[in-house]
C-alpha cells in the first residue's frame, strides 16, 4: 500500500521560512516522482514543485523560483521542500503527490496524494 505523509506547516511571518515533508511508503524513488502542489480554498490546486530522485532533476513554478526548494533523502524515502523568504501569498495547503516516472504532469493526473499541511503566512 502507498502512503504519503506530509507535515511541517505552519504559521510563519512574511519573509520567514518553513520546511515541509513528505515521506513516502510503499512505493520506489527509482519509480516515481515526487511533487508538491498547493490549494487556497475553492480554487484549483496548482504545482508547485516536483523532483525525480532518479535522475536528481526539478522543477518549480515562477512563483516560487528561487525561494524554494525541493529535495529528497532517498535513505529516507523523504522529500523536502524548503521554503523561504515567505509571502502571505504562499498561504494555502500543501499537499505532496506521486506519479509514475514524470514531473509535469496536472494534478489530476498523480496517483497518490498524502493529507495536505496548512501553510499560513502573515503579513
Known amino acids: 500500500e502507498v502512503q504519503l505523509q506530509a507535515s511541517g506547516g505552519g504559521l510563519v511571518q512574511a519573509g520567514g521560512s518553513l520546511r515541509l515533508s513528505c515521506v513516502a511508503s510503499?512505493?520506489?524513488?527509482?519509480?516515481?516522482?515526487i511533487a508538491w502542489f498547493r490549494q487556497d480554498p475553492g480554487k484549483e490546486r496548482k504545482a508547485v514543485s516536483c523532483?525525480?530522485?532518479?535522475?536528481?532533476?526539478?522543477i518549480y513554478a515562477d512563483s516560487v523560483k528561487g525561494r524554494f526548494t525541493i529535495s529528497s533523502d532517498n535513505a529516507k524515502n523523504t522529500v523536502y521542500l524548503q521554503m523561504n523568504r515567505l509571502k502571505p501569498e504562499d498561504t494555502a495547503v500543501y499537499y505532496c503527490?506521486?506519479?509514475?516516472?514524470?514531473?509535469?504532469?496536472?494534478?489530476?493526473?498523480?496517483?497518490?496524494w498524502g493529507q495536505g499541511t496548512l501553510v499560513t503566512v502573515s503579513s
Open positions: 510503499g512505493l520506489s524513488f527509482d519509480d516515481y516522482v
Open positions: 503527490a506521486a506519479d509514475f516516472m514524470t514531473c509535469g504532469s496536472p494534478w489530476y493526473h498523480y496517483d497518490y
Open positions: 523532483i525525480r530522485s532518479s535522475d536528481g532533476s526539478t
